[in-house]
Structure formats: C-alpha cells, structure tokens
C-alpha cells in the first residue's frame, strides 16, 4: 500500500494507521516520490490526497493498475463531481474516521483481487 499526502502530520498518522491494521505502508509527500519509488517497490493499493485545483491526482489515477482511494479536504461540487467520475475504489472527505479508512482500503483490496 502506498501513501500520498502533502502534510507531513497526516501522512504520518495515515501510516501509522495503516500499519498497525497490519498492512504494509509506504508514505510519500508528492506523486513524483511515489513514481521514483514505484519500479522499486509495489503497491497494491494508492491512498491519494487530492489538493485544491489538482488535476494530476486524477491523472496519475488513470496511469496506474492498482486502486485509488481518494482522500481531500476539499469539499466542493467540481472536486465531487470529479471524484465521482473517476471509477476511484474510493474516496473520504477530510476528517474521516479509522474505520471509514480502514474499510475503503479492504474494499479497494478486494476489488482488485476480482479484477
């Protein structure tokens, strides 16, 4: 599983979360880590920060084979509409709880094994 999310407290605590749910958890602060870690490591799932007016979230959605579980704090009609739209596995508004994000990743997970 790997995490991206810009603040450092909340990638932090998102990890720490992750991994004590038992999963293995990679964090990264930008996309562009996430993509140089990528050919070296693997990730079944992406739990990805959507930011203000950030299309290349959605575009690195559409670039990859695992499932997307969006996560923004960004609660406005453009942003819902665009999440919507994107097929993503998931999606949580911030703040969310543990287990509304600990079940978004078991269903992401599990959609990928039937795919």
Avoid at 8 to 33: D, P
Avoid at 38 to 67: H, R, W
Avoid at 102 to 114: C, F, N, Q, S, V
């Amino acid at each position: 599983m790997a995490i991206v999310e810009k603040d450092a407290s909340i990638r932090q605590s998102l990890g720490r979360l992750v991994r004590s749910a038992g999963y293995a958890a990679e964090t990264f602060a930008s996309a562009k880590e996430f993509l140089a870690w990528l050919p070296k490591g693997q990730a079944a799932c992406l739990l990805l920060d959507i930011q203000k007016n950030d299309t290349s979230a959605f575009e690195l959605q559409e670039k990859l084979a695992v499932p997307v579980v969006f996560i923004t704090g960004n609660d406005d009609a453009a942003t819902r509409v665009r999440v919507q739209q994107s097929g993503a596995a998931g999606h949580l508004w911030k703040p969310f709880d543990e287990d509304a994000l600990l079940t978004a990743i078991r269903l992401a997970l599990g959609r990928k094994h039937e795919a």
